[in-house]
């Protein structure tokens, strides 16, 4: 038997019947809050829906049996496994789809995902880390055991500064990858942030809070929409997608909006999101950014009618 599966199998396995129950603890997602680092959130979308669950659902475990247990310090992360069965599979996608989400935990340990570190001095490192380091099948149990890599636990624990909270019991109803960007981006900016460009003594324009407006060009980076080509070769690796506000606005705003809505109105989301086309660059020319309104049921929105009024001036302040 190889020395490392011997290891977990004597050392991290459960081997009693109630050791084993208690793996399903988490089986049943509760609404909760948990943190992400800001880094996490604002880096584009490189994985599938399901993908973006098992991460969330990471992010419950690590909730559970590193804060909670006062295990929040690097010293404590050498063990970082945590134990799954089919039931939590079921959680995560489906209880029809236990197969395909074993697949997509088995395949997890082998993907890099993104991401960028914003330093204070304005520069930045780019990265790319693992979700998972290594994964583990007892057969005889029928149980699963995943290592949390430890590069991915900064961004979750230990949080001061530059991180978003959301609620893992809505995260991981989300039916679309792109409602659960735009629910993450909903959750970064729904408190009492208000947008600066850095311009408002020369255009007269000041952004009501929750009033957000994205660039274009930044948007279709962050949905991950733009053409991608292997750097040496030039080979296409994925097409461009959704290329005129019209097919962005029909295939992610708008599926993305009845969704987050409808869990508002069955109280299973705090946030909801309105949005509009920005100028268009030139006459006839393409939408240069899409305005988001994000309401919640602190700072809901008034009426039912859509807002007209995006933003007030300086003159009438």
């Keep these: 038997m190889n020395p490392v599966a011997t290891a977990i199998a004597k050392n991290n396995m459960p ?7 208690r793996l399903t603890e988490l089986a049943t997602i509760q609404h909760e809050n948990v943190t992400w680092s800001n880094d996490l959130i604002s880096s584009p979308i490189s994985c599938s829906l399901l993908e973006r669950r098992v991460m969330y659902f990471i992010t419950g475990v690590v909730k559970h049996k590193f804060l909670e247990s006062n295990l929040n310090v690097p010293a404590n992360w050498k063990e970082l496994y945590f134990y799954l069965t089919d039931q939590d599979l079921g959680v995560i996608g489906g209880k029809k789809n236990i197969r395909y989400t074993y697949d997509v935990l088995t395949a997890l340990g082998m993907k890099f995902f993104p991401i960028t570190y914003h330093k204070q001095n304005g520069t930045s490192i780019v990265g790319r880390i693992h979700w998972v380091d290594s994964f583990f099948y007892d057969e005889e149990h029928n149980i699963y055991a995943i ?22 019991g809505t995260a991981m109803r989300l039916r679309s990858k792109y409602t659960q960007k735009l629910y993450e981006l909903c959750c970064k900016y729904a408190g009492d942030y208000r947008y600066s460009d850095g311009q408002e003594e020369t255009t007269g324009i000041v952004y009501k809070k929750r ?5 274009m060009d930044y948007f279709r980076v962050l949905f991950n929409l733009n053409e991608i080509r292997d750097k ?20 992610i705003l708008q599926v993305a909006q009845n969704e987050l809505y409808d869990l508002f109105m069955f109280h299973a989301s705090n946030v909801w999101f309105d949005y509009q086309a920005g100028p268009r660059k030139g006459k006839g020319g393409k939408t240069s950014s899409i305005i988001i309104y994000i309401y919640t049921r602190e700072n809901p929105k008034e009426g039912i009618c859509r807002t007209k009024l995006l933003i007030h001036t300086n003159h009438h302040m």
Excluded: A, H, W
């Design 15 to 21: 081997r009693q019947k109630n050791d084993i129950n």
């Design 147 to 168: 290592r949390i890599s430890p590069e991915i636990m900064p961004l979750l624990i230990n949080l001061t500064q530059n991180f978003t909270s959301f609620d893992i």
């Design 211 to 215: 009033v957000i407006p994205i660039e």
């Design 232 to 251: 040496k070769t030039g080979k296409i690796l994925q097409e461009s997608s959704y290329e005129s506000f019209k097919d962005i606005r029909s295939n």
